[in-house]
């Protein structure tokens, strides 16, 4: 008799920087979504696939819930909180390096909204002595009913196939989603974009806070096989758009190489990449740019 196959959809939900786009990365064995060590670096949801010979997890990565301070934050929560009503279990991330504070009380006031079943996954274990783990792990079991709390580091990925077969256990027999050999549903453009926008995040540092974004304003085959892109990096402030192009132009440079690099690992073939800096000023709180940027969904 042959095992039945098992499907269902995860989200992993978190306060920023919790370590969320690391663990799909992981699970998944490509990079499909950014990972940067600044808050609130992923903003749409990004639909992760992971097929075995018995099972098919959909992860839905969604952006960090925080305090928003501008429409665009808005639109990030509003994504976060909508995707626990979609999916048969939830995964909720805690950096266990971090205290328990007011952003833990407020995502799980949320999930107590729901009746889908919450695994507790406490990341980043590798940072934190035993003792004092379990000591978390009590703190959290005082405010919430976890159907399961796992261990975790995403980074090492320490426990993360321990975690996959807790999560197989919750799901129930369902059709295979995609095909096996797809890890996202998301279009190349959109990762592409992304790829180019983590460079910008590691290389400029402090010096550029989240008012960035990229827009693939050309995308195509040449001959050969190689592949050509034309993309914009949107700013808000003309001081923002000569950091990013930096002395001489050797900030944009140096964006362009390290994205290409990943780029050309997503695509399988080789790369041409134009990079351009264009000021949308104060884009984040401007509807008409939020849609064009993306960031704005008639369901939400």
Known sequence: MSTPFKSGFAALVGRPNAGKSTLMNEVIGEKIAIMSDKPQTTRNKIQGVYTTDDAQIVFIDTPGIHKPKHKLGDFMVRTA????????????????????????EYILSKLSETSTPVFLVMNKIDKIHPDKLLEKIDKYREHFDFAEIIPVSALKGNNVQ?????????????PQFYPADQITDHPERFIVSELIREKVLHLTKDEIPHSIAVSIEEMKERSGGAVYVSAVIIVERSSQKGIIIGKQGRMLKDIGQRARIDIEALLGSKVFLDLFVKVQKDWRNNQFQLDEHGYNRSEY
């Not at 077969?165 to 027999?173: A, N, V």
């Open 81 to 104: 909180v909508q995707s626990l009503k979609e999916v048969d279990l939830i995964l909720f991330l805690v950096d266990v390096s971090e205290s328990y504070g007011p952003g833990e």
């Open 162 to 174: 321990t975690l996959l077969q807790q999560i197989k256990q919750y799901l129930e027999e369902g």
